[in-house]
């Protein structure tokens, strides 16, 4: 079993940036891959960003750029800073985890960017 917790939502104007965080109850040596994914507001739910190896990252076009996926492996936290935010940057971000071939999700954490 792996939990999830993602942290580091909220309100921003366009062009601003949001860290957020998604810590794991385990060692990130037992998991194979984590990832971000986001679903807006009456859309399927979407892959951002994901990270295998501290050299091995992934980026959606929509976000490449501007968004960067990294780990922090002491605290078994993954991370996605935020840039140049825009509006369609909106939605519920969730964080994934693989392990042992099942996957765990996270609640989600709402990012609004609006003016």
């Known amino acids: 079993q792996v939990q999830l917790v993602e942290s580091g939502g909220g309100l921003v104007q366009p062009g601003g940036s949001l860290r957020l965080s998604c810590a794991a109850s385990?060692?990130?040596?037992?998991?194979?891959?984590m990832d971000w994914y986001r679903q807006a507001p009456g859309k399927e739910r979407e892959w951002v960003a994901g990270?295998?190896?501290?050299?091995?990252?992934n980026y959606a076009d929509s976000v490449k750029g501007r968004f960067t996926i990294s780990t922090d492996n002491f605290k078994n936290t993954l991370y996605l800073q935020m840039n140049s935010l825009k509006p369609e940057d909106t939605a519920v971000y969730y964080c994934?985890?693989?392990?042992?071939?099942?996957?765990?999700w996270g609640q989600g954490t709402r990012v609004t960017v609006s003016s």
């Open positions: 385990r060692s990130f040596s037992s998991i194979n891959t």
């Open positions: 990270i295998t190896s501290p050299d091995r990252m």
């Open positions: 994934n985890a693989i392990a042992r071939g099942r996957a765990y």
